[in-house]
Nanobody, 115 residues
Framework: QVQLVESGGGLVQAGGSLRVSCAAS????????MGWYRQAPGKQRELVVV???????NYADSVKGRFTISRDNAKNTVYLQMNSLKPEDTAVYYC?????????WGQGTQVTVSS
């Protein structure tokens, strides 16, 4: 079992930047895929970005060119750099990891973008 803990959320003005982190209790190298999802009030959880062990990375169209996923394997941490934030990016952001057998989720971190 792997535990994921997100941090770094907060309140930011539109046009600003924020970086959220996801620290894993085990090696992220063992994961087949890692990514970020978000859920806004009254909406379904949606994919933000996913990156696979095969090297592919897919971003939602709504964040392409603004968000960047990165990872520090030595720290077992995945980051989501969010630039040019918009009010519609307001949501709880969840870290996700998948190892072909289990789907792991963090508890989420709130990101609020004010207009």
């Amino acid at each position: 079992q792997v535990q994921l803990v997100e941090s770094g959320g907060g309140l930011v003005q539109a046009g600003g930047s924020l970086r959220v982190s996801c620290a894993a209790s085990g090696s992220i190298l063992s994961m087949n895929a890692m990514g970020w999802y978000r859920q806004a009030p009254g909406k379904q959880r949606e994919l933000v970005v996913v990156t696979t062990s095969g090297g592919s990375t897919n971003y939602a169209d709504s964040v392409k060119g603004r968000f960047t996923i990165s990872r520090d394997n030595a720290k077992n941490t995945v980051y989501l750099q969010m630039n040019s934030l918009k009010p519609e990016d307001t949501a709880v952001y969840y870290c996700n990891a998948w190892d072909k057998e289990y789907d792991y989720w963090g508890q989420g971190t709130q990101v609020t973008v004010s207009s």
